[in-house]
């Protein structure tokens, strides 16, 4: 009796095991073909951005990003085709997309400025750069961040989104920048003599492109006398150097030329 009940129940159950193991093998069947599909896709979108010269970057992050939004498709296809109700697990998916970019706003905004950052270039590794107040060379372009060297060689990284929501400054993007110095002059001095010295003597600095040339003009008045700007251009990689020598020859000549040394005027008030 108790071997004849289950055999009834085996001849029960087997038309159901048949139907559910032909549901796993279509599955598994849907499974391979999708990931095959899924891969076929992410190739060809690979591909036609490289046709179209997108940044190495900006293709393996929308790739992946494909990857795994059609993976989430293929699954809740499958449990569809098992019959399991994917209107409850896709609202999962989607409060926990919620959840996850509520938590993680500022990286997502980081996120979505770097891709600007790399689609748009305005500026390149290497180039010397101001951005979100942070003054140095570019060493790394990144989707979160940018890294700088700053001129006291200190690696700063500066989030995308500060980078993108300010003003940004790129000295290495002209062929040649100016150097701002002045040079300040007694008020008896002679101020045409002076101004044509300068002009030679920085000139002949080192690195110093020849054009626009040096500007040497009256700058303003002041209590001590007039005071120059004296203004040579150069690339932005000798840009201290220039600083710095230009400086020692604006000492230097108007010391060998026997100016006198600018001092406030004092006046005595009898009392």
Not at 73 to 97: K, N, P, Q, R
Not at 182 to 198: H, S
Not at 248 to 255: E, N, P, R, S, V
Request: charged share 15%.
């Amino acid at each position: 009796m108790q071997q004849d009940r289950i055999s009834g129940w085996m001849e029960q159950a087997q038309p159901i095991l048949i139907a559910f193991g032909l549901k796993v093998l279509g599955a598994i069947a849907v499974f391979i073909i999708g990931r095959w599909l899924i891969g076929l896709v992410s190739r060809l979108v690979e591909a036609l951005m490289t046709r179209q010269k997108i940044d190495p970057t900006v293709q393996r992050y929308l790739v992946s990003f494909l990857t795994v939004a059609l993976n989430i498709v293929l699954v809740v296809a499958i449990l569809g085709y098992f019959g399991v109700e994917t209107t409850s697990f896709a609202a999962l998916v989607a409060g926990a997309g919620v959840a996850i970019g509520a938590a993680w706003s500022g990286l997502l905004g980081n996120f979505a400025s770097g891709i600007f950052l790399l689609v748009l270039r305005p500026f390149q590794v290497g180039d010397y750069v101001l951005i979100g107040g942070v003054e140095g060379t570019v060493l790394e372009l990144g989707l979160f961040g940018t890294t700088l060297n700053t001129p006291d060689n200190v690696r700063t990284i500066v989030g995308n989104g500060k980078v993108l929501g300010n003003d940004i400054r790129n000295f290495t993007a002209n062929p040649y920048r100016r150097v701002d110095l002045v040079a300040q002059l007694a008020a008896n001095a002679d101020l045409q003599r002076a101004v044509g010295l300068l002009r030679d003597a920085v000139g002949k600095v080192p690195n110093i492109v020849p054009a626009p040339g040096v500007d040497v003009e009256i700058l303003e008045f002041n209590e001590f006398g007039p005071k120059l700007a004296v203004r040579p251009y150069c690339h932005t990689d000798h840009y201290w150097q220039v600083y710095f020598d230009t400086n020692k020859a604006i000492a230097d000549t108007l010391g060998a030329a026997g100016f006198p040394v600018a001092t406030r005027p004092v006046r005595v008030y009898p009392v």
